[in-house]
């Protein structure tokens, strides 16, 4: 069975910082593109950022580009979302998709940044 | 950046068919925008209905059908269930770079 479970969203203040990972299991993590996708409270979903599988590629929407940093170890078959310099519009749930089609999502991870 | 735009609401009947659409402010929608169809229910996370326009998932219901139509990508819901009230999200590929997500239909069974 595929799941995807993130962690490390929390509370941080603005301008600080936070690492979300994402566990893989179910399947070979390393043959398949991995995305972030964000949900604002009461809001629509937002693409984030991908990865190839190999991680030797990276895209990132221009709200985030320069701040956040996606990777992946396929030895450990986790997906990590580094974010830097948060603001209050990055409060959101933080979805782990599978790609390669896109077609698993994990339960997210809520990210409130506030003071 | 690309704009993607949904209905922001629809209602159907008990057993009807609706009839989502996705646009883009580029122009026509056409397969090489992939487009995707996600449903989202209150307090859980997306499902992916619909891929590259037409395909489905194992999961996904037989009365869901996803389309070209009319220069935009569709959804349509034949036969709706109560437990398909939900937001609906469309998503469609730019030249394989950064995704965007319509805004969200939300669709009442009423």
């Known amino acids: 069975e595929v799941q995807l479970v993130e962690s490390g969203g929390g509370l941080v203040q603005p301008g600080g910082s936070l690492r979300l990972s994402c566990a893989a299991s179910?399947?070979?993590?390393?043959?398949?593109?991995m995305h972030w996708v964000r949900q604002a409270p009461g809001k629509g979903l937002v693409w984030v950022s991908r990865?190839?599988?190999?991680?030797?590629?990276?895209n990132y929407a221009d709200s985030v580009k320069g701040r956040f940093t996606i990777s992946r170890d396929n030895a450990k078959n986790t997906l990590y979302l580094q974010m830097n310099s948060l603001g209050a519009e990055d409060t959101a749930v933080y979805y782990c998709?599978?790609?390669?089609?896109?077609?698993?999502w994990g339960q997210g991870t809520l990210v409130t940044v506030s003071s | 950046q690309a704009v993607v735009t949904q209905e922001p609401s629809l209602t159907v009947s008990p057993g009807g068919t609706v009839t989502l659409t996705c646009a883009s402010s580029?122009?026509?929608?056409?397969?090489?925008?992939?487009p995707y169809w996600f449903q989202q229910k209150p307090g859980q996370a997306p499902r992916t209905l619909i891929y590259?326009?037409?395909n489905k998932y194992s999961w996904t219901p037989a009365r869901f059908s996803g389309s070209l139509l009319g220069g935009k990508a569709a959804l349509t819901l034949s036969g709706a269930q109560p437990e398909d009230e939900a937001e609906y999200y469309c998503?469609?590929?730019?030249?394989?770079?950064?995704?965007?997500f319509g805004g969200g239909t939300k669709l009442t069974v009423l």
């Open positions: 998709v599978r790609g390669g089609p896109v077609d698993y």
């Open positions: 179910g399947f070979t993590f390393s043959n398949y593109w």
């Open positions: 990865i190839n599988s190999d991680g030797s590629s990276t």
């Open positions: 580029t122009g026509t929608v056409t397969s090489g925008h992939y």
């Open positions: 590259e326009t037409s």
């Open positions: 998503f469609l590929s730019y030249g394989g770079v950064r995704p965007v």
